[in-house]
């Protein structure tokens, strides 16, 4: 934010979202895809990839451009389209991965709590009988 000389306010105005918003993910907290493509296209010239994970280039590198790529002006623009459409998408299907691993823990906690909550009921359905038992004796 501070490399673009932009403020959160603005930014939320020029994606479309809303300053808490802008502040949640800053602050690193969830947000939703929409709102980061939204983010990315208010930002073109940010990486993705450094977005989503802090790594690599802030900014989308051009790359070095072979010969045949600085023969061809049109040629080497789309190279560089494509170029930061694989960079994007890379940095996409790694928030995908992290989203996956994030439901598959959510899903192991809740096996867990499911066996725990059997274990309780069981419990009490066992001292519960006991205590018929007992009461009928």
């Known amino acids: 934010m501070e490399a673009e000389r932009i403020r959160p306010n603005t930014l939320a105005r020029q994606s479309g979202n809303s300053s808490t918003q ?3 993910i800053l602050n690193g907290r969830k947000y939703g895809t929409d709102k980061l493509l939204q983010i ?8 993705i990839y450094w977005l989503l994970l802090g790594e690599g280039n802030m900014y ?3 790359g070095t451009a072979t010969s045949a790529e600085t023969e061809n002006k049109g ?3 789309e190279f560089l389209v494509l170029q930061k459409e694989i960079e994007n998408l890379q ?17 192991d906690l809740a096996d867990t709590t499911l066996v725990d909550l059997k274990r309780i009921a069981t419990f009490y359905k066992d001292r ?6 007992t009461k009928s004796a």
């Open 91 to 107: 940095a996409m299907v790694k928030l995908q991965e992290m989203t996956i691993n994030a439901y598959k823990r959510s899903a």
């Open 60 to 62: 989308i590198t051009q």
């Open 75 to 77: 040629n080497s623009d």
């Open 128 to 133: 519960f009988e006991e205590n018929n038992t």
């Open 40 to 47: 990315i296209e208010a930002l073109p010239t940010m990486n």
């Open 22 to 24: 802008i502040y949640n």
